[in-house]
């Protein structure tokens, strides 16, 4: 009989860790954390406590701080580095892994300066390696904590897929297929800067009606991106669409709506990010998904809005007031 498939996790944040924790409870588990403490902390108390409290992880689940091992061990990989660290860490592990090895990317944001989505740069740095992506509505604490959930393996290779479900599902996490890469990912990627508008919404109490209205012409303007850009519109109404942007725009465990509740209260971004203490990918995202909406002729006044305020160049309260003053256009062609 063949072993089961081996998961390496590259990432020891939340994430990271909340994801090798699941597929511990099927197949042999490596993490691989930069730093040796939270390596240390997972094998020898089974918790992350930086990033995950006390939170138990599974006994089985072993963790490293050396690259090389962890490509050594691998048969599927997952990345959970955040996007702007990733091609750096990648580089890392390239030359070290089996060729047929498929990665799997866990990142939410674009590579600031190219605007690589996280399955670009794997492909860039593990040309060859068949890729896809993990997404859906996945607070990583619920997750950690065993609370039912449900996720996209998005990837063009059905069998890949197809493999590689099992490893991460459980009694309490169902994960589907899509072959929509980019759909899915861009609903990821985009609905961190709805979120940070969402928490600019609570920090500023301005209602839940405003709140309703930024979260459905969020979605609104993230499908038109995706469709100008040639992903399946219907994606954005699914898991890694519609369903991610409701639990980051209205969970308090959100880092990214966190972000805009700082911002809301007076904060710079730069003081808002180091009182999170972990990554808010929506920040860095912002100002580059202006760039892809320029470049591919879309409107996008929410994230034009939140790239504003992250970038200090509007404060959150005059954020809202411009947002009341949009001019609508017919509601169904997405304008
Ligand atoms: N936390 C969550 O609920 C979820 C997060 N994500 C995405 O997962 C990705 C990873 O984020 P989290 O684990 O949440 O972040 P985190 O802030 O909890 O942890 C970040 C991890 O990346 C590592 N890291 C940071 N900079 C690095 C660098 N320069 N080189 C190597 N490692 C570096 C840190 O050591 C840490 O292990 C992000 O793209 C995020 O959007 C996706 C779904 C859920
Ligand atoms: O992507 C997430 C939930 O699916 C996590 O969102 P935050 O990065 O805002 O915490």
């Known amino acids: 009989m063949s072993r089961s498939l081996r ?22 588990t490596l993490i691989w954390a930069r730093d040796s403490a939270t390596a240390d902390d997972i094998n020898n108390n089974h918790r992350n406590s930086r990033y995950l409290g006390d939170t138990p ?19 599927v990989l997952a990345v959970g580095i955040p996007s702007h660290a990733m091609r750096e860490t990648l580089g890392r592990i390239a030359d070290e892994l089996r060729p047929w090895v498929p990665a799997i990317s866990l990142a939410k944001g674009l590579e600031p300066g190219t605007r690589r989505r996280p399955t670009e740069v794997i492909a860039d740095c593990l040309p060859g390696h068949p890729v896809g992506l993990l997404a859906g509505p996945n607070i990583a604490g619920e997750i950690a904590e065993g609370k039912a959930a449900a996720a996209v393996i998005a990837t063009k290779d059905e069998r890949v897929a197809t493999a590689l479900q099992p490893l991460f599902t459980s009694k309490v996490f169902r994960v589907y297929r899509n072959d929509d890469v980019l759909g899915c990912e861009l609903g990821g990627i985009l609905k961190n800067i709805v979120a940070i508008a969402s928490g600019m919404a609570e920090g500023l ?4 009606n405003t709140r ?3 979260l459905s012409r969020g979605l609104a303007e993230m499908t038109r991106l995706g469709e100008a850009m040639g992903a399946n519109p219907r994606s954005f109404a699914g898991l890694t669409g519609m369903g991610d942007l409701i639990a980051t725009c209205t969970s308090p465990r959100s880092r990214n709506r966190r972000l805009g509740e700082l911002l809301a209260q007076g904060k710079t971004t730069t003081e808002a990010v180091e009182a999170l203490g972990q990554v808010a990918e929506g920040a860095k995202t912002a100002p580059t998904v202006l760039e892809l909406a320029t470049e591919f002729g879309v409107r996008m006044p929410i ?11 509007m404060t959150p309260a005059d954020a809202y007031r411009g947002l009341r003053q949009v001019t609508p256009g017919t509601e169904t062609d997405m304008g």
């Open 7 to 28: 998961v390496a996790v590259l990432g020891g944040g939340s994430w990271g860790t909340s994801v090798a924790a699941l597929a511990a409870r099927n197949t042999p």
């Open 57 to 75: 992880l599974p006994d089985a689940l072993r963790a490293t701080s050396d690259v090389a091992e962890l490509a050594d061990f691998a048969d």
């Open 205 to 208: 109490d301005v209602g839940d």
């Open 212 to 214: 309703a209205m930024v």
């Open 303 to 313: 994230a034009e809005t939140v790239a504003a305020v992250v970038m200090g160049q």
